[in-house]
């Protein structure tokens, strides 16, 4: 099974930017539709951005206009461009394939506050 590595997270005041990243061996980041995963405290976890092998993207409408999802293939490398963040942005995010998800891996804690 392969491994998910997050990182990229902090504590960032509100309207202030990260960039997550996520990494996995082999072509499973370019071959796979990709997707980064939000759980809030007390939420179930919820996907957030997705990305297919070539390139389209889809959002859940309250990070419309302020997340950006992309890849870098030579890298084997998943990004979330995160910006405008807001308090209700704070959750710790995950990345994983949209179907057929591997295990889960730590994800990287994104907190929003002043």
């Known amino acids: 099974q392969v491994q998910l590595v997050e990182s990229g997270g902090g504590l960032v005041q509100p309207g202030g930017s990260l960039r997550l990243s996520c990494t996995a061996s082999g072509t499973f980041i370019r071959i796979y539709r990709m997707g980064w995963y939000g759980q809030a405290p007390g939420k179930q976890r919820e996907l957030v951005a997705a990305i297919t092998p070539d390139g389209i993207t889809n959002y859940v409408d309250s990070v419309k206009g302020r997340f950006t999802i992309s890849r870098d293939n030579a890298k084997n490398t998943l990004y979330l461009q995160m910006n405008s963040l807001k308090p209700e942005d704070t959750a710790v995010y995950y990345c994983?394939?949209?179907?057929?998800?591997?295990?889960w891996g730590q994800g990287t804690q994104v907190t929003v506050s002043s």
């Open positions: 994983n394939r949209v179907a057929y998800t591997v295990d």
